[in-house]
């Protein structure tokens, strides 16, 4: 062990390793020096694989409002990590015995860490009660989904807390409408959503079923912060908590919600509307098949993908947003003239979506695309029914992020609905439904928490115009969106009932969902977006993307004469040092984030990922509304080709950086 310790600092004192990874192996093999952790760091070291050393132990992986998300699998998994595992299987990219060692890694120390931080933070939320903290646990399909769950169970339950766990893998929405339903006090998710199949995640819920926020996100992560060691003591046993699988019902429970999402009864048309639905290898067909299937739609699933399998094995990679996940999916949908394929995420909190055009072809079509659609016919429907008219619509809000497509404005607008941007995260979202639901609860008469929380979708949505704040759809361009205040995330299978509905509707009216959107175009300008990345991963990568912000951010943007693709800069929004308020007055949270707004009426944004070693940027564009289908196509040429431009300017400067 010492002379382990005395190499570790050598390769230090060289610069072989950084010093934060001196640091981070030195603690965790005196903290826990257990034969895994022993084994790998002494073959990487006998390896002098110091850049694999630096990838794993660079950082502290860091718990914050979203929990903790890293590699599971390693980029050189040791012999140690790979156990019992054959060769063979080894190169068919199948899951060590063990997960990666690591300070910056997704293993059972980290995890200890992190559930040790949350049974402190939900004990002192019981203080003065009789009542054992109370914990939903659910988990996707990922790789060592069973043994982190089981993990996660024996500390808490250890500790005092009962779990409420469920019996297989579900989608993250479900978590997040069991901690409401139940009242828990917290949730966890084991996922690292569309991330590839190497990570995995601790996502967070507070007691309102949403992720972690504001103060008590502070809370929670000082109590994380706190916790010395992975090791825990053990409460006595009758102090101690237990595990309680919840029933397989639970899942029609959480389905007759998300069937109130329906605006219209669809099963009334000549033909039913055909779905081809592939769940990636996740969760998705848990929930939203079965659901589909009882509101009248014909489903037909990717049979290769249905199964749920923690490497994806048909995809490289899991994440619905990008073409070729939905392949086999749009083969299928060729093959059996299916009008709509829709693809969910390993969690089922995002969605993809491809469509059958006017040309009779299968067209992608972008998160901001969903989005709207969604969002314009359920103001068209809702506004037909008489739910929303002119003596209640200023009751009514639509809630997106800054880097959501401008037309959701546009369109809100045009119904007379007010709209409300946050900062990127769902969290945001979820805290002003939070105020709606507050501020409701002053006004009523009869309910409370609990007494709003049974009440179905309609009669929220009638409290809501006549008392408060009617939460009419929220979404990010991210291929996530919300129809209801029964979960509070991004929830995949209430997408897909709403975006079936507009599909149904579409071929009632002898059109495609690409006719739809052409329509709302001609009426409102054609809007078109763009977003690009840079992966930059490891050590190396997370202070290239650190040092890339800084650069911009350091930038006099608005300097005489400077221009970005010939044109001028005429607003900059710095989200990071100075204040940003949004349409309702509030006060935003700092983030790490520059929106910069030219005088052509194009902008873009840049920030790094929150969950990806990726620095993001964001394009905007738009034209004005037009007369005919030759003047669209024109101007969606023109539009295009202002993009393309932006972004080879956007490109070509990124690398003087």
């Given at each position: 062990?010492?002379?382990?310790?005395?190499?570790?600092?050598?390769?230090?004192?060289?610069?072989?390793?950084l010093p934060t990874s001196v640091e981070n192996i030195?603690?965790?093999?005196?903290?826990?020096?257990?034969?895994?952790?022993?084994?790998?760091?002494?073959?990487?070291?006998?390896?002098?694989?110091?850049?694999?050393?630096?990838?794993?132990?660079?950082?502290?992986?860091?718990?914050?409002?979203?929990?903790?998300?890293?590699?599971?699998?390693?980029?050189?998994?040791?012999?140690?990590?790979?156990?019992?595992?054959?060769?063979?299987?080894?190169?068919?990219?199948?899951?060590?015995?063990?997960?990666?060692?690591?300070?910056?890694?997704?293993?059972?120390?980290?995890?200890?860490?992190?559930?040790?931080?949350?049974?402190?933070?939900?004990?002192?939320?019981?203080?003065?009660?009789?009542?054992?903290?109370?914990?939903?646990?659910?988990?996707?399909?990922?790789?060592?989904?069973?043994?982190?769950?089981?993990?996660?169970?024996?500390?808490?339950?250890?500790?005092?807390?009962?779990?409420?766990?469920?019996?297989?893998?579900?989608?993250?929405?479900?978590?997040?409408?069991?901690?409401?339903?139940?009242?828990?006090?917290?949730?966890?998710?084991?996922?690292?959503?569309?991330?590839?199949?190497?990570?995995?995640?601790?996502?967070?819920?507070?007691?309102?079923?949403?992720?972690?926020?504001?103060?008590?996100?502070?809370?929670?992560?000082?109590?994380?912060?706190?916790?010395?060691?992975?090791?825990?003591?053990?409460?006595?046993?009758?102090?101690?908590?237990?595990?309680?699988?919840?029933?397989?019902?639970?899942?029609?429970?959480?389905?007759?919600?998300?069937?109130?999402?329906?605006?219209?009864?669809?099963?009334?048309?000549?033909?039913?509307?055909?779905?081809?639905?592939?769940?990636?290898?996740?969760?998705?067909?848990?929930?939203?098949?079965?659901?589909?299937?009882?509101?009248?739609?014909?489903?037909?699933?990717?049979?290769?993908?249905?199964?749920?399998?923690?490497?994806?094995?048909?995809?490289?990679?899991?994440?619905?947003?990008?073409?070729?996940?939905?392949?086999?999916?749009?083969?299928?949908?060729?093959?059996?003239?299916?009008?709509?394929?829709?693809?969910?995420?390993?969690?089922?909190?995002?969605?993809?979506?491809?469509?059958?055009?006017?040309?009779?072809?299968?067209?992608?079509?972008?998160?901001?695309?969903?989005?709207?659609?969604?969002?314009?016919?359920?103001?068209?429907?809702?506004?037909?029914?008489?739910?929303?008219?002119?003596?209640?619509?200023?009751?009514?809000?639509?809630?997106?992020?800054?880097?959501?497509?401008?037309?959701?404005q546009a369109i809100a607008q045009s119904y007379g609905?007010?709209?409300?941007?946050?900062?990127?995260?769902?969290?945001?979202?979820?805290?002003?439904?939070?105020?709606?639901?507050?501020?409701?609860?002053?006004?009523?008469?009869?309910?409370?928490?609990?007494?709003?929380?049974?009440?179905?979708?309609?009669?929220?949505?009638?409290?809501?115009?006549?008392?408060?704040?009617?939460?009419?759809?929220?979404?990010?361009?991210?291929?996530?969106?919300?129809?209801?205040?029964?979960?509070?995330?991004?929830?995949?299978?209430?997408?897909?009932?709403?975006?079936?509905?507009?599909?149904?509707?579409?071929?009632?009216?002898?059109?495609?969902?690409?006719?739809?959107?052409?329509?709302?175009?001609?009426?409102?300008?054609?809007?078109?977006?763009?977003?690009?990345?840079?992966?930059?991963?490891?050590?190396?990568?997370?202070?290239?993307?650190?040092?890339?912000?800084?650069?911009?951010?350091?930038?006099?943007?608005?300097?005489?004469?400077?221009?970005?693709?010939?044109?001028?800069?005429?607003?900059?929004?710095?989200?990071?040092?100075?204040?940003?308020?949004?349409?309702?007055?509030?006060?935003?949270?700092?983030?790490?984030?520059?929106?910069?707004?030219?005088?052509?009426?194009?902008?873009?944004?840049?920030?790094?990922?929150?969950?990806?070693?990726?620095?993001?940027?964001?394009?905007?564009?738009?034209?004005?509304?037009?007369?005919?289908?030759?003047?669209?196509?024109?101007?969606?040429?023109?539009?295009?080709?202002?993009?393309?431009?932006?972004?080879?300017?956007?490109?070509?400067?990124?690398?003087?950086?």
């Amino acid at each position: 062990m010492d002379y382990l310790l005395d190499t570790i600092q050598q390769a230090g004192d060289s610069q072989e390793l950084l010093p934060t990874s001196v640091e981070n192996i030195t603690k965790i093999i005196l903290d826990n020096p257990d034969e895994l952790t022993i084994a790998s760091i002494q073959e990487l070291v006998n390896q002098k694989n110091w850049q694999e050393l630096n990838n794993r132990f660079f950082k502290k992986i860091t718990f914050g409002t979203g929990g903790l998300r890293g590699r599971t699998i390693a980029h050189s998994t040791t012999k140690a990590e790979w156990g019992v595992v054959t060769a063979a299987a080894q190169e068919e990219r199948i899951c060590p015995q063990f997960p990666a060692v690591g300070s910056a890694c997704f293993n059972t120390y980290n995890l200890s860490l992190a559930m040790q931080g949350l049974v402190a933070y939900v004990n002192e939320l019981k203080q003065g009660s009789t009542a054992k903290p109370k914990i939903i646990i659910g988990h996707d399909t990922r790789f060592f989904h069973q043994e982190f769950f089981d993990f996660l169970s024996t500390v808490a339950t250890q500790l005092g807390c009962d779990i409420l766990g469920f019996q297989g893998a579900r989608s993250t929405p479900q978590v997040s409408f069991a901690v409401r339903y139940f009242n828990a006090d917290a949730g966890i998710v084991l996922t690292a959503s569309h991330n590839p199949y190497h990570d995995n995640g601790f996502k967070v819920y507070q007691n309102d079923g949403s992720q972690l926020a504001g103060a008590i996100a502070s809370t929670v992560m000082q109590a994380v912060s706190e916790v010395q060691s992975n090791q825990w003591k053990p409460l006595p046993e009758p102090r101690q908590g237990e595990l309680v699988i919840i029933p397989e019902n639970f899942d029609v429970i959480y389905q007759d919600a998300l069937k109130e999402l329906l605006l219209r009864d669809i099963s009334q048309q000549q033909s039913s509307t055909k779905v081809v639905f592939t769940n990636l290898h996740g969760t998705g067909g848990v929930i939203s098949v079965p659901v589909l299937k009882k509101l009248g739609f014909e489903v037909l699933t990717v049979t290769e993908q249905d199964e749920q399998h923690g490497a994806f094995p048909t995809v490289i990679s899991p994440n619905p947003e990008n073409a070729p996940a939905l392949a086999m999916g749009i083969a299928l949908a060729q093959q059996e003239q299916a009008d709509i394929v829709i693809g969910t995420d390993p969690d089922a909190d995002r969605m993809g979506v491809a469509v059958r055009n006017s040309a009779g072809e299968m067209q992608l079509l972008t998160g901001n695309q969903i989005g709207s659609l969604m969002l314009w016919y359920r103001l068209e429907t809702l506004q037909e029914q008489g739910v929303l008219n002119d003596s209640n619509k200023a009751n009514a809000k639509i809630v997106k992020t800054f880097v959501t497509t401008d037309l959701q404005q546009a369109i809100a607008q045009s119904y007379g609905i007010e709209i409300v941007n946050t900062l990127t995260g769902f969290k945001y979202i979820a805290a002003k439904l939070a105020k709606y639901e507050q501020q409701l609860l002053l006004n009523h008469d009869t309910w409370d928490q609990d007494s709003y929380r049974q009440q179905g979708v309609i009669e929220q949505r009638q409290a809501h115009l006549e008392q408060g704040t009617f939460f009419v759809f929220g979404g990010e361009e991210s291929y996530g969106y919300l129809g209801a205040d029964f979960v509070r995330d991004k929830d995949a299978n209430g997408a897909v009932v709403m975006l079936a509905e507009v599909a149904a509707y579409a071929q009632s009216q002898g059109k495609t969902m690409t006719d739809l959107l052409d329509h709302i175009y001609t009426e409102l300008g054609y809007y078109l977006e763009r977003g690009e990345s840079t992966v930059l991963e490891g050590a190396q990568g997370a202070k290239q993307i650190q040092q890339l912000m800084q650069a911009y951010q350091q930038r006099d943007w608005k300097q005489v004469g400077y221009l970005v693709d010939g044109s001028a800069v005429a607003k900059v929004q710095d989200f990071a040092t100075t204040k940003q308020y949004d349409e309702e007055g509030e006060l935003l949270a700092k983030e790490n984030m520059l929106i910069i707004k030219l005088e052509d009426g194009r902008r873009f944004a840049i920030r790094p990922s929150g969950t990806e070693p990726k620095i993001k940027y964001y394009l905007f564009a738009q034209g004005q509304p037009t007369h005919s289908h030759e003047d669209l196509q024109l101007s969606k040429e023109t539009i295009a080709n202002s993009l393309e431009s932006l972004w080879q300017w956007l490109a070509e400067d990124q690398k003087t950086k």
